[in-house]
């Protein structure tokens, strides 16, 4: 037996207007989801515990058996597992956004925040930026005194670490969660350690704003990478042993350093993709391929499709549409096929991590339709794939508790 992990980031939704008040996945055309539904088993999960944020930190943690309630210190410690970066006690470990300001005449904290990825900003443009900052030599004197380092992600996602600061009651805000909005609110508070913070964020956007690379973006029509954003604050996390709990070894393939850094550290093999991009671009052939390399190799396989939740972060309806709809054309269409010609016997676990709002552009913590398959059995129950039909069936509201068990039949 086969088993697939299959996760479409921020796909579930609520209804649209419109969509003629339907749901993304209600509206999308899902034909082999759909064939797949129809003799399975669709339910509903909830993976970002209450009380812990609603993201996919929490969420892709809760997915792969591990309670955030035990184990979450934040989301960078997982992303800097993924680039072997090693936290020493008293390190925290940051997301650094390269973010987009409101190019307006207003003081920093009246600004509003425009994109959370500078635009999809390109991976080779985001490094040398983010490079070029930590580099100039006021940053450099400041980032030194804050005793911060940086690591360029090769995305708009990039970590930071610094050494002999304090974490407890530090507030920081994802950025993804309030586009639009003016700043002076969502920027760090809640200890000493705040104020420094925001005087790089500060001098970042006064160094950045008419840099010749962003000056030269916005020749382009392209969005800034005017600015840096602190989030995901985290210190060294350990998680279990995925061989230990399941009883089984394989591979993530994704295009996010979250769950390379997952992978990397419960035991699993972290696949890096060539062209996998985390948009809408990303290259899903090749994600495919690698999902079937993995179960030449192992009898586990994990897909992580991001662009789902980017398109909605990015106010991208029509982009959303279209990579719900390619999950099911260009993934699990070729794999199912795939897994055919090779007289596999195989188990699906079909879901969104958590609910991306296309009325927010932010992240939702409500339950996600499950769609749970095995080729050996036909339930015959005769639903499409989507949030309604998933609340007809069986409800559970502690992620880390059942979804693995779940695929390998551990229930």
Not at 136 to 152: H, S, T, W
Not at 220 to 231: I, T
Not at 303 to 321: I, Q, S
């Amino acid at each position: 037996m086969k088993y697939l992990l299959f996760i479409g980031d921020g796909m579930a939704d609520n209804p649209v207007p419109e969509l003629g008040d339907k749901t993304p996945l209600e509206y999308a055309s899902l034909p082999t989801f759909d064939a797949l539904s129809a003799r399975g088993v669709l339910g509903s999960v909830s993976n970002c515990p209450k009380g812990l944020p609603a993201g996919s930190d929490t969420a892709i943690t809760s997915i792969f058996g591990c309670d955030p309630r035990k184990y979450y210190t934040g989301r960078a410690p997982l992303e800097a597992a993924a680039s072997g970066i090693k936290l020493n006690p008293g390190d925290i470990a940051y997301r650094c956004n390269m973010v987009a300001y409101e190019d307006a005449d207003k003081p920093f904290g009246e600004k509003r925040i425009l994109s959370h990825s500078a635009g999809s900003i390109e991976g080779d443009v985001s490094d040398e930026i983010v490079t070029a900052l930590f580099s100039d030599p006021a940053f450099a004197r400041a980032a030194a005194e804050a005793g911060m380092k940086v690591y360029p992600g090769h995305s708009f996602r990039h970590i930071a670490v610094q050494s002999g600061a304090r974490a407890e009651g530090l507030k920081l805000i994802p950025p993804h969660d309030h586009l639009g909005e003016v700043i002076g609110p969502l920027l760090p508070s809640g200890n000493g350690n705040a104020p420094v913070l925001e005087g790089l964020m500060r001098l970042a956007q006064e160094i950045l704003d008419h840099h010749p690379l962003n000056e030269r973006r916005r020749a382009q029509g392209k969005l800034p990478a005017n600015g840096v954003w602190f989030w995901a604050e985290g210190t060294a996390v350990a998680l279990p042993s995925f061989e230990e709990q399941f009883g089984h070894r394989g591979g993530v393939i994704s295009a996010v350093p979250l769950c390379h850094g997952i992978a990397a550290l419960t035991g699993l093999e972290p696949v890096h993709v060539e062209g996998a991009t985390g948009e809408l671009d990303t290259n899903l052939e090749n994600k495919v391929a690698a999902v079937l390399e993995t179960l030449e190799k192992y009898d586990f396989a994990a897909l992580h499709v991001e662009a789902p939740d980017e398109c909605t972060h990015n106010g991208d309806l029509k982009g959303k549409l279209q990579s719900i709809e390619w999950l099911d054309s260009r993934c699990m269409a070729p794999l199912k096929a795939a897994f055919e010609a090779r007289g596999w016997d195989w188990r699906l676990l079909f879901l969104s991590d958590h609910k991306t709002l296309t009325s927010t552009r932010g992240h939702d913590g409500d339950p996600v339709p499950f769609l749970l398959y095995d080729s050996t059995k036909d339930t015959g129950l005769g639903l499409s794939y989507n949030e309604k039909n998933g609340l007809l069936g069986p409800y559970y509201p502690d992620g880390a508790a059942v979804d693995m068990k779940l695929l390998f039949g551990l229930m």
